[in-house]
């Protein structure tokens, strides 16, 4: 039910032509990744969401990654990259940033928006891991300290 109404957002966000602005924090601890699945998509990916009115992407990847994980970044170590796509007339903006110091919250719970959050080992990803979460992972891993900047 979620998913249809998420879907059916999209597509009438993507009709009327705005632009979204989002961001994302890749949460390591070790050789494991924070990952978080939504009640209304099928797959994995970092926790994250919409920018609000005047807020920084840097302060919306702590923010959403407090509300969708309990897990308080401190410091940002550095940001992986700004990723554009396009759908009819909206544009949605990406940026990914890794987190540099961070604490986990007591008391995670599943809510309506977030059905789990997990740390999973990077050699043992989930199968239904978003593939375009499984691409940063790929660009984070590959060692480049350069900004990335590509279609979503």
Known sequence: MLNRLYKMLILAESMVGIKINGAQAIVLRGNEVL???TTYRPYWEFPG???????????TAIRETKE??????????RKLGTYTERRAYTT?????????????LPLWQPSLEIGDRRF???SALP????????KRL???????????????
């Open 127 to 134: 199968p239904d891991l978003s593939p375009k979460t499984a």
């Open 120 to 122: 999973f080992p990077l």
């Open 68 to 77: 969708e994980a309990h897990v308080f970044i401190k410091r940002l170590e």
């Open 49 to 59: 969401g919409k920018i609000e009115a005047y807020e920084a992407p840097e302060s």
């Open 138 to 152: 790929s660009e984070y891993q590959s060692g480049n300290m350069r900004e990335f900047s590509e279609t979503w």
């Open 35 to 37: 990952l978080v699945k």
């Open 92 to 104: 949605i903006t990406i940026h990914v940033y890794i987190a540099g110091d961070w604490e986990e």
